[in-house]
């Protein structure tokens, strides 16, 4: 009998950030995933970024699908909301949350097979809406619950466990999210925490639509020589166009990077992220470049990682529906019944 419980009881010793909570306060279940799963550290990455950050637990929804990916909302944030839904849907589910109440962090996780293959239409809309959330997906180009078939993101030419070669061309989720308009879009691996974690924190704080997209090796289906998302496969042709750092306004936070040339970006809440230039002429707010360059270095058998766009001054759903500051879970009925003579008026504003 497997007993999944973590004690309740903390060190006394362990640090604290401004709220008083320790990383374990941070954490959810523990992981049943298959011991070595890029997806564990991915979920790693999220409770270090939001005990960096000194957000509450319980401000958090955290929504997924279907897969390996989706049960690792389990494992992180175990104070939090959650929500896990049906395999694809997870974007619209949480774009009625956010509508409903504003005032909460959204963070979406999926996985290849759940976004490039069965939701990718939610997938298109919930970035090209804006909905203000940070959504994750967790890319190891299997489906590891059902014995390690290709998924949509499998590169062409790449191999299986068994042998067989993946003839179908790859979908790339970073080129969908620059095009659909996520106003913050990166990649990562998930054995990268120097870079996946300052990355998580500064998509968290973004108003509007984040997208990560984060290479996680399958230990079990997609490790072996041939596959390019195996852990030694990436670690070989991983090419980091920036080294980045968050700073929230309240508090500085000296960077431990090389002297170099350093690029910093305001966010709308006043934070900063700052990047350590390992490109000189990659420029995170030109989108056309940022993709042509993403071609480029794919056709030479390169994954790019890093802060790959941003538009600083983005706006989100609320923005473009006008909706009331209140979230609407908290108005009344008179606000949001307001009669037949306000429909009325509505109706003619519209003929």
Do not use: W
């Not at 959650?82 to 909460?104: E, I, K, Q």
């Amino acid at each position: 009998m497997t007993y999944l419980a973590k004690p309740k009881m903390h060190h006394p010793g362990l640090p604290v950030n401004r709220l008083g909570y320790t990383r374990r306060d941070y954490e959810g279940a523990i992981s049943t995933l298959c011991a070595g799963c890029g997806h564990d550290s991915i979920s790693a990455a999220i409770i270090q970024a939001f005990f960096e950050l000194d957000i509450p637990p319980h401000r958090v929804a955290k929504l997924s699908g279907i897969g390996c990916s989706s049960k690792t909302p389990t494992y992180f944030l175990g104070h939090s909301h959650g929500f896990n839904s049906v395999h694809g849907r997870m974007p619209s589910v949480l774009t009625g949350a956010n509508l409903a109440n504003r005032d909460l962090i959204y963070l979406g996780v999926s996985g290849d097979g759940d976004s490039a293959s069965i939701g990718i239409g939610q997938f298109a809309h919930v970035l090209r809406r804006g909905v203000n959330m940070v959504y994750i997906v967790e890319n190891n180009g299997v489906y590891g619950l059902t014995k390690g078939q290709f998924s949509a993101t499998a590169d062409k030419g790449s191999k299986a466990k068994r042998g067989a070669v993946n003839n179908d061309e790859p979908i790339d989720l970073v080129m969908l999210a620059l095009q659909l308009g996520a106003s913050l879009v990166g990649r990562s691996f998930s054995g990268d925490k120097d870079q996946l974690v300052p990355l998580v924190r500064a998509a968290v704080m973004h108003r509007g639509a984040a997208f990560i997209d984060v290479v996680s090796p399958c230990v079990a289906f997609n490790n072996h020589p041939g596959s390019t998302k195996s852990y030694d496969f990436v670690r070989e042709h991983n090419e980091a166009v920036n080294r980045l750092d968050f700073m929230p306004e309240r508090a500085p936070i000296t960077t431990a990077y090389a002297p170099g040339a350093v690029q910093e970006v305001l966010l709308h809440d006043g934070g900063t992220i700052r990047l350590r230039k390992v490109l000189s002429d990659y420029d995170p707010t030109d989108k056309l470049k940022a993709m042509a360059y993403l071609q480029e270095r794919a056709a030479a058998g390169e994954i790019v990682t890093g802060l790959l766009y941003l538009r600083p001054d983005a706006s989100d759903l609320h923005d473009a529906q006008e909706t009331v500051a209140t979230p609407l879970n908290a108005l009344g009925a008179a606000e949001l019944t307001p009669g037949a003579g306000a429909l009325a008026a509505f109706n003619a504003a519209h003929r």
